[in-house]
């Protein structure tokens, strides 16, 4: 008989030590890759939370801004020099003279061409448009004294939050001893409020950051955006079903599919360049317009939208595709109906990384030109406009103190233009699946 010690082979027991020692291994394996799943995860939710902290913590002050309050008397001479009360008759009018003229009456009416320029240095330069506007929405009080809020300066707007201390040299800040003594008439008076801008909201571009506004870079990135989404997404889906479904699988289509994988990597800038080659100057088309914006961010975003759509359409179970046929369905019934419904909420995901990646795109709109500075709103996708991202990196560039505020909210309202879009596109999605699967 020959003993177990002696051949080499193990005892019960020290099998059992073994694989105790083993199982110890292991476990304390995966409690280490859970836990450095778990730290991986906490990192990156710290950095989230830091990163949405910056922003919010300088965006929403941005989404205000001061006002003052001056009782302006509104002469019909003055304000309608035709007398006609057109439109052209109130922005020819002295507004500007009437707006100064109330703000030296609340002032105490002080004397001096040095007092008079420091006292009008607080109210912004766009006070007499503002005034012009009121004017035209309230046509029942010309001729009357009535309470005009009007924005003021935004190195006023600055003294107001801190940012330039009374305590500073007056050689060494940008308000004169003079100016800040009338601030702080107006501020004892209550006449100054801390308000919801609604510049922010309803203003255009601007130099001047107190009036500045992002109407027309929004309504820029709608015409881009819903130029990009009619392109790209029938178009995206159209080749994807060519490419699963009815073209035939030799070197040509497998050609096809290596370029679109490679375009998925291409930077934006050369969309951008090849837009400015091809739609600009070889079809001289107009720079800065909504269309050739969304032309680029449509081949931009084509190749993602396309493998997004083969993916879904691979998955679908091929007994759909056999059922369809068996019951006497052609080639095209069976993939116009059995085959995209249930691929459509995969494709809508596409769509949505597609979408959500040209809304924040810069580079491509920067060398089709519109970075052009545009006060009007655009009214279609022929006329000039610049886009929010790109309202963005100007304002970033902008040395005034209030753009950095006015740059933060901005990116807010393009972060919640980005997850209304995708919160509307998920609830379609999830709509389509419960009908199709």
Partial sequence: MIDSNTSGALTPEETAIRVAATLKRRGFSERRFRYLG??????????????????????????????????????????????????????????????GEALLRTLGDPEGRKDKRAARSILSSGSALRLTEFALKHPELIGQRVPVKLAVDDDIDSFMRGFISRDTPESDRRLSDRTIEFVDVLNQASLISYEFSDYLFLGSASRNAEIAGIKGALMGSIWTLGVCLLIAFPLGVATAVYLEEIAPKNRMTEIIEININNLAAVPSVVFGIMGLAIFIIAFGLPRSIPLVGGIVLA????????????????????????????????????????????????MLTGTIIGMAQA??????????????????????VVEPATALP???????????RMFIQKTSAAIIVLLAFLITMNAGAIILRKKLERRWL
């Fill in 299 to 346: 081949l931009m975003t084509l190749p993602t939208i396309i493998i997004s759509s083969r993916a879904s359409i691979r998955a679908v179970p091929p007994s759909i595709r056999d059922a369809a046929l068996a019951i006497g369905a052609s080639k095209m019934q069976t993939i116009l109906h059995h085959v995209i419904p249930p691929a459509l909420p995969g």
């Fill in 390 to 400: 790109v309202q963005i990196f100007m304002w970033a560039d902008f040395a005034e």
């Fill in 38 to 99: 778990v730290g991986a995860i906490t990192l990156a939710l710290c950095f989230l939370v830091f990163l949405f902290a910056g922003i919010l913590s300088k965006g929403i002050p941005g989404m205000f801004q001061h006002y003052v309050t001056l009782e302006v008397m509104l002469d019909k001479e003055r304000m309608d020099p035709k007398g006609d009360m057109s439109v052209g008759s109130l922005y020819s009018g002295d507004a500007v003279s009437l707006v």
């Fill in 359 to 380: 809304l924040g795109e810069t580079a491509p709109l920067l060398m089709i030109g519109m970075v052009a500075f545009i006060v009007d709103v655009p009214g279609g």
